[in-house]
């Protein structure tokens, strides 16, 4: 009977060390483990290319331009995204610049990461801006795709940015 009760006091005291060792994410010091957004944060330059599906007599120029992602202190991130301008029929069409606050960042694996999909819901300037946007993080470099209805523009507007690294 004295070997079945040293046993089970073996047990119960092995089962209150495994639990009182378990840790999890959230005991991590602030700042010692970047999160996904932590990790894609920074200024990517490249080449943006804009199209007007509706309209694919209408070409626009691609442009050289930056976007900038910030990370919040919430795991998201903050995505500041260029202006653009094109001609249609004669007549300089500008859309203005925006950022985007709290756009989902997660890890995908091996240092690949998803931007979004986050949607476009903003006023810029006075005009509705509505839309959808994606993306990724691989190896460094930035690929991003947004839908953008300005106004009461009858169509979208979609934008591709490359980053050039």
């Known amino acids: 009977m004295k070997k079945i009760f040293n046993l089970m006091m073996m047990v119960v005291m092995m089962a209150?060390?495994?639990?009182?060792?378990?840790?999890?994410?959230?005991?991590?010091?602030?700042?010692?483990?970047?999160?996904?957004?932590?990790?894609?944060?920074?200024?990517?330059?490249?080449?943006?290319?804009?199209?007007?599906?509706?309209?694919?007599?209408?070409?626009?120029?691609?442009?050289?331009?930056?976007?900038?992602?910030a990370a919040g202190s919430d795991g998201t991130a903050t995505l500041t995204l260029p202006g653009a301008s094109y001609n249609m029929g004669g007549t300089d069409?500008?859309?203005a610049g925006f950022t985007m606050k709290g756009v989902s960042v997660a890890s995908s694996?091996?240092?690949?990461?998803?931007?979004?999909?986050?949607?476009?819901?903003?006023?810029?300037?006075?005009?509705?801006y509505r839309g959808a946007l994606n993306g990724t993080v691989t190896g460094g470099k930035l690929a991003l795709t947004y839908s953008l209805k300005v106004g009461k523009m009858p169509f979208d507007l979609v934008f591709k940015f490359t980053d050039n690294k």
Do not use: Q, R
């Not at 959230?26 to 599906?53: I, R, W």
């Open 93 to 95: 069409m500008v859309i």
């Open 109 to 128: 694996g091996n240092g690949a990461y998803t931007i979004g999909p986050a949607e476009i819901d903003l006023e810029v300037d006075g005009k509705e």
């Open 16 to 69: 209150a060390m495994t639990v009182a060792t378990a840790s999890c994410g959230d005991d991590e010091e602030s700042g010692s483990t970047p999160s996904a957004a932590g990790n894609v944060a920074g200024d990517y330059s490249g080449v943006m290319n804009m199209s007007l599906p509706a309209m694919p007599g209408i070409a626009i120029d691609p442009f050289a331009t930056t976007v900038k992602i």
